[in-house]
């Protein structure tokens, strides 16, 4: 297992325009997390899944946002109709269920909006 | 709702001196973790050391080590022998120990830059 994979790395998108980023978790952890970063700030927390029931959302989270991980396995975090201050790190993270269930961070997917 | 205050935005330290690094952080649970996190220029968090508030002992992970004081909530990162790769941003973080929703989230501090003078 290679650690948590986030796809694409980058994205660049007009606003108006809807993103999707995908996850996969290290297999075994059966939580997974999405946070986001901007520029010089320390992660926020999105949302939280504990295998495929989304535990937890954030209020940072609006209806544009959804956040699904159908199999219990890869996640996905959709943004309808982007706005520029969307612009920002989607950091997916992920870990075990038992102790203190250390998260295991991904590279991130950077998103601009033009 | 629980905070974490990292005061120092920015630090530098020179090759082999040590440095600290602090974290202040409010809660009214008595049972919770504390994180400290770096974030290389790569952007990829990397966990470094890792603290429960029920244990007294300080944790250490070979050149980290933290002061962990309860009483005042402040929770800092001692990097002895400073090398040029622990250059980069370091975050502290909060998870409650408590339930299994509010147990799961990390609260992270605004984080402190750190520079490694050769």
């Known amino acids: 297992d290679t650690g948590v994979s986030q796809d694409p790395r980058h994205k660049i998108t007009k606003r108006g325009q809807n993103v999707t980023f995908r996850c996969d978790p290290i297999s075994e952890h059966n939580r997974l997390y999405w946070y986001r970063q901007t520029l010089g700030q320390g992660p926020e927390f ?44 989607y950091l997916c993270a992920s870990s075990p269920q038992s102790g203190a269930n250390v998260l295991t961070f991904g590279a991130g997917s950077r998103l601009t909006v033009l | ?66 002061n962990f004081q309860k009483a005042a909530k402040s929770f800092s990162l001692k990097i002895s022998d400073s090398q040029l790769g622990d250059a980069a941003m370091y975050f502290c973080a909060y998870r409650s120990g408590e339930g299994e929703t509010s147990g799961s989230r990390l609260t992270f501090g605004e984080g402190t830059q750190l520079t490694v003078n050769p």
Do not use: H
Not at chain 2, 15 to 43: G, H, I, M, N
């Open chain 2, 1 to 66: 709702a629980q905070t974490v205050t990292q005061s120092q935005p920015e630090m530098s330290v020179q090759e082999a001196e040590t440095v600290t690094l602090s974290c202040t952080y409010d809660t009214s649970e008595s049972d919770y973790y504390l994180f400290w996190y770096k974030q290389p220029p790569s952007r990829q968090m990397i966990l470094v050391i890792r603290q429960e508030a029920y244990k007294q002992q300080n944790a250490t992970e070979n050149r980290f080590s933290v």
């Open chain 1, 46 to 89: 999105l949302t939280y899944f504990q295998n495929e029931a989304q535990l937890e959302k954030s209020r940072l989270l609006s209806d544009r946002f959804s956040a699904e991980r159908p199999k219990g396995s890869f996640s996905t975090l959709e943004i309808q109709r982007t706005e520029q201050g969307d612009s920002a790190m």
